[in-house]
């Protein structure tokens, strides 16, 4: 079984929230579901490994930044930079 947790990033800081997210990686969630995003920057930004992402909403700039691994699947519209330097 899959495990996956949801974020409510609604009016939540980029810093908590990607804090957050890189926590449940390291404690194995193989999914994170991010619902209400609205211009959170670096998400997902140096993340390693086997993980997928759903982002719900508009992230902010250099989302995926330096990542390497995981997958991201944005459900709407990025801002600038998405994939910025992505190995």
């Not at 959170?40 to 930044?65: E, K």
């Not at 691994?69 to 600038?80: F, L, Q, S």
């Given at each position: 079984?899959t495990?996956?947790?949801?974020?409510?990033?609604?009016?939540?800081?980029?810093?908590?929230?990607?804090?957050?997210?890189?926590?449940?990686?390291?404690?194995?969630?193989?999914?994170?579901?991010?619902?209400?995003?609205?211009?959170?920057?670096?998400?997902?930004?140096g993340?390693?490994?086997?993980?997928?992402?759903?982002?719900?909403?508009?992230?902010?700039?250099?989302?995926?930044?330096?990542?390497?691994?995981?997958?991201?699947?944005?459900?709407?519209?990025?801002?600038?930079?998405?994939?910025?330097?992505?190995?």
């Amino acid at each position: 079984m899959t495990k996956s947790l949801t974020i409510d990033a609604k009016g939540m800081h980029y810093t908590p929230l990607n804090r957050q997210i890189r926590e449940a990686l390291e404690n194995g969630i193989a999914e994170v579901i991010v619902n209400g995003v609205l211009g959170q920057r670096f998400i997902g930004s140096g993340l390693q490994g086997d993980a997928t992402i759903h982002i719900y909403g508009v992230p902010g700039g250099d989302l995926a930044m330096f990542m390497s691994g995981p997958t991201i699947i944005v459900h709407g519209n990025a801002d600038h930079a998405p994939g910025n330097t992505m190995d």
